[in-house]
């Protein structure tokens, strides 16, 4: 099955509310894949499908106020949370968008994006062609996320995709190698899994 936007902003309005305080376990490897992108003053960065922000603080600390942050994703419920955090950390360089992948036209040119959690999108080779159009060969990308076990992790598997179907639409394909479609758009592709558990991955690259 395809992924279904559709479905995913009717799951999100029902977790949106409580979705920091359920993804909490994966702030470390969502922090690990902002550092992966070995950011720079001033750099233009696009946060794709940015949920509730949980990313913005360590992207704007790296690019600092000269830098600019482009974030954007289709489910309204998530992007108040988001404008919250903007409001608390008194940003005034960031452009929030409510867009999909698919339609999104961000305002610049990012010379990195990340990734964070976004399966979805990543099956979605019609959101993959617009976000590499709007993006300059060379940008740094981050993908981080959840990936099945293999087949001797059956149990675990089922595991996952019980408790991952709020969040993703799109189970069916790639869930044991969801890079499987921006690897092909990416030079010096490097993918590492983290065990434990092992159903957490980091994948870099750059922008063919
Ligand atoms: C698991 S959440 C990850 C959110 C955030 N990146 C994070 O790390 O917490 C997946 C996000 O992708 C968004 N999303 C899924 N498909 C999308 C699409 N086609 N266009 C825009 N956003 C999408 C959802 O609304 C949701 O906010």
């Avoid at 991952?164 to 394909?173: A, D, G, K, Q």
Wanted: proline fraction near 6%; charged fraction near 25%; include cysteine.
């Amino acid at each position: 099955m395809p992924s279904d936007p559709g479905k995913s902003v009717s799951d999100y309005r029902e977790i949106a509310a409580r979705y920091d305080h359920a993804t909490r376990w994966i702030n470390d490897v969502r922090l690990e894949a902002v550092a992966a992108l070995r950011l720079r003053k001033g750099e233009t960065v696009l946060d794709v499908g940015c949920g509730s922000g949980f990313s913005f603080a360590p992207i704007l600390e790296a690019v600092g106020p000269a830098g600019k942050l482009i974030a954007f994703d289709h489910s309204p419920e998530l992007l108040r949370i988001a404008e919250g955090r903007i409001a608390d950390g008194g940003w005034m360089n960031v452009a929030l968008l409510e867009s999909t992948a698919e339609a999104v036209r961000p305002n610049a040119r990012p010379s990195a994006m990340l990734f964070s959690y976004v399966h979805d999108v990543l099956q979605s080779e019609a959101a993959l062609d617009n976000l590499f159009a709007h993006t300059a060969p060379g940008a740094r990308v981050a993908i981080c996320g959840t990936k099945l076990w293999p087949w001797w992790g059956a149990p675990v598997n089922v595991y996952l995709y019980a408790t991952h179907r709020n969040y993703i639409t799109n189970r069916r394909e790639n869930f044991g190698r969801p890079w499987a479609k921006i690897e092909k758009r990416l030079r010096n592709f490097k993918v590492k899994v983290k065990w434990p558990p092992g159903w957490r991955y980091l994948a870099t690259g750059t922008v063919r």
